[in-house]
């Protein structure tokens, strides 16, 4: 007889270190291997499957998501911190973004082409990969994994899904309710465990055709390293340093507001996030005066909860400290919230007199930071938010027309936004970055079949001799 000796995880909540709110069996190697097989074992008959079906089983899955609102955003905000209106949100997007793909089951997925030769048929059809790994972070965890999941699935792959360590339990409540969902055994997988084990085995194995990642720069690269050299598909969603600009004919309020919204919402952990905020020198005082009383709203432990876990936590104080000794000036925040005695909480932290070599102004802080940087007009602003080793997210606030669509067509940005905050996605349009925040096809909307199928072309002889 075998004995599988499993690591157990306690997992705990961030506005309670002390609370353990669950446990989490961590999969071996040689159980994780065994998953893959089973997907793999699947893959035929799901294959084979008529796209409406699979679509079908998306839309139910919807359903259930959304009858189980509640729990599942209870769970998952005292897994990660989020607040519970936030995770209410996030789950509704999920029940959106399933229901978007549910209806690509009814979508042709070809085209037939003209042939030089009128005695012969010439069409495309797209099929699926095989087996396709997906790896997700904690910071949307129902989201994100459905935006992997829900078109790998509706296209005809399977899926060997890990989540990460610190959403775990969320994680077994999605791939819960996919099989009560009706979804066959083997096609959807939830793996859990360390990356540095289970995900190597996911990078490695023959039998995946593809992976798709969404997590830090350090990460990404290993897997191009890892999976680069394999012909296996891949997908990466990293990070970003994502900038706004203020020019002097915004709306000041307006733009004071959704700059802090877009820095500070889920506690500034999104891949989206403001963090740098280029102000013409004209209005520059009386922005950072209203950034500041926008700040002031935030309900710390009410309306922004903490960051997800002491590893996080620590590392955006160190980044703050840092500033300060590069010579940023603390405006508001700056530290750990005052009157909270338990709990991974961050104030709200603004820095001006910020310069564009510091270290603030170029690496991922991914907390509730925001620098703020002067600039002499508006050529100025669109150099330096460019100047970055990322591209995924940008916006402008201004009311002057052609000064936004040529910001639109300077941006190196894969995302572009006007009069609003850098955050925000819908199912059906693509999301992704340029430079070091991505990697391969985009995700959501019509672009997701780029990277979850691939095109067979057929010729067909239409006349004998």
């Given at each position: 007889?075998?004995?599988i000796?499993?690591?157990?995880?306690?997992?705990?909540?961030?506005?309670?270190?002390?609370?353990?709110?669950?446990?989490?069996?961590?999969l071996?190697?040689?159980?994780?291997?065994?998953?893959?097989?089973?997907?793999?074992?699947?893959?035929?008959?799901?294959?084979?499957?008529?796209?409406?079906?699979?679509?079908?089983?998306?839309?139910?899955?919807?359903?259930?998501?959304e009858?189980?609102?509640?729990?599942?955003?209870?769970?998952?905000?005292?897994?990660?911190?989020?607040?519970?209106?936030?995770?209410?949100?996030?789950?509704?997007?999920?029940?959106?973004?399933?229901?978007?793909?549910?209806?690509?089951?009814?979508?042709?997925?070809?085209?037939?082409?003209?042939?030089?030769?009128?005695?012969?048929?010439?069409?495309?059809?797209?099929?699926?990969?095989?087996?396709?790994?997906?790896?997700?972070?904690?910071?949307?965890?129902?989201?994100?994994?459905?935006?992997?999941?829900?078109?790998?699935?509706?296209?005809?792959?399977?899926?060997?899904?890990?989540?990460?360590?610190?959403?775990?339990?969320?994680?077994?409540?999605?791939?819960?309710?996919?099989?009560?969902?009706?979804?066959?055994k083997?096609?959807?997988?939830?793996?859990?465990?360390?990356?540095?084990?289970?995900?190597?085995?996911?990078?490695?194995?023959?039998?995946?055709?593809?992976?798709?990642f969404?997590?830090?720069?350090?990460?990404?690269?290993?897997?191009?390293?890892?999976a680069?050299?394999?012909?296996?598909?891949?997908?990466?969603?990293?990070?970003?340093?994502?900038?706004a600009?203020?020019?002097?004919?915004?709306?000041?309020?307006?733009?004071?507001?959704?700059?802090?919204?877009?820095?500070?919402?889920?506690?500034?952990?999104?891949?989206?996030?403001?963090s740098?905020?280029?102000?013409?020198?004209?209005?520059?005082?009386?922005?950072?005066?209203?950034?500041?009383?926008?700040?002031?709203?935030?309900?710390?432990?009410?309306?922004?909860?903490?960051v997800?876990?002491?590893?996080?936590?620590?590392?955006?104080l160190?980044?703050?400290?840092?500033?300060?000794?590069?010579?940023?000036?603390?405006?508001?925040?700056?530290?750990?919230?005052?009157?909270?005695?338990?709990?991974?909480?961050?104030?709200?932290?603004?820095?001006t007199?910020?310069?564009?070599?510091?270290?603030?102004?170029?690496?991922?802080?991914?907390?509730?930071?925001?620098?703020?940087?002067?600039?002499?007009?508006?050529?100025?602003?669109?150099?330096?938010s460019?100047?970055?080793?990322?591209?995924?997210?940008?916006?402008?606030?201004t009311?002057?027309?052609?000064?936004?669509?040529?910001f639109?067509n300077?941006?190196?940005?894969?995302?572009v936004?006007?009069?609003?905050?850098?955050?925000?996605?819908e199912?059906?349009?693509?999301?992704?970055?340029?430079?070091?925040?991505?990697?391969?096809?985009r995700?959501?909307?019509?672009?997701?079949?780029?990277f979850?199928?691939?095109?067979?072309?057929?010729?067909?002889?239409?006349?004998?001799?």
């Open positions: 007889m075998t004995t000796v499993r690591e157990i995880r306690e997992q705990f909540n961030p506005a309670r270190p002390s609370q353990c709110i669950g446990q989490v069996e961590l071996t190697i040689d159980e994780t291997k065994d998953v893959i097989v089973a997907a793999q074992d699947a893959f035929e008959g799901w294959k084979n499957t008529s796209s409406v079906a699979r679509g079908e089983i998306l839309r139910v899955t919807a359903d259930l998501l009858k189980n609102i509640d729990k599942v955003a209870e769970i998952a905000s005292s897994e990660m911190g989020k607040t519970k209106n936030e995770m209410l949100g996030e789950v509704k997007r999920g029940a959106s973004i399933l229901r978007y793909f549910a209806q690509e089951g009814m979508r042709a997925t070809g085209e037939v082409l003209p042939s030089a030769n009128e005695a012969k048929l010439l069409y495309t059809t797209r099929v699926p990969l095989g087996v396709v790994a997906a790896i997700t972070p904690w910071n949307f965890p129902v989201a994100i994994p459905l935006w992997k999941i829900a078109p790998a699935l509706v296209y005809g792959n399977t899926v060997v899904w890990k989540p990460s360590i610190e959403s775990a339990l969320t994680g077994k409540l999605i791939g819960e309710l996919f099989e009560q969902a009706g979804l066959p083997g096609v959807l997988n939830v793996v859990q465990g360390r990356g540095s084990k289970v995900g190597q085995v996911l990078l490695e194995a023959p039998e995946v055709k593809a992976i798709t969404t997590g830090s720069n350090s990460v990404g690269q290993s897997i191009l390293d890892t680069g050299s394999t012909n296996k598909k891949i997908q990466l969603e990293l990070g970003g340093k994502n900038a600009i203020i020019l002097a004919d915004a709306n000041i309020n307006q733009a004071a507001k959704l700059t802090i919204e877009g820095a500070m919402k889920q506690t500034g952990q999104r891949c989206t996030a403001t740098r905020v280029y102000i013409e020198e004209a209005v520059y005082e009386k922005v950072v005066e209203q950034l500041i009383e926008e700040a002031k709203k935030i309900e710390v432990g009410v309306t922004m909860g903490p997800s876990s002491k590893g996080q936590y620590d590392s955006i160190s980044a703050i400290e840092k500033a300060k000794v590069e010579g940023a000036e603390l405006v508001f925040g700056g530290g750990p919230t005052k009157g909270i005695f338990e709990g991974y909480y961050i104030d709200p932290t603004i820095f007199n910020v310069t564009h070599e510091m270290s603030i102004a170029h690496e991922e802080i991914f907390g509730p930071v925001l620098a703020v940087i002067k600039v002499k007009d508006y050529e100025e602003a669109i150099r330096l460019n100047d970055s080793n990322f591209g995924l997210s940008a916006s402008i606030y009311n002057n027309i052609p000064k936004a669509f040529d639109i300077r941006s190196e940005v894969g995302l936004q006007v009069n609003d905050e850098t955050g925000g996605a199912p059906q349009a693509p999301f992704g970055g340029m430079k070091n925040s991505s990697t391969g096809a995700e959501q909307g019509q672009a997701a079949k780029e979850f199928t691939t095109f067979k072309t057929i010729t067909i002889g239409t006349k004998s001799e």
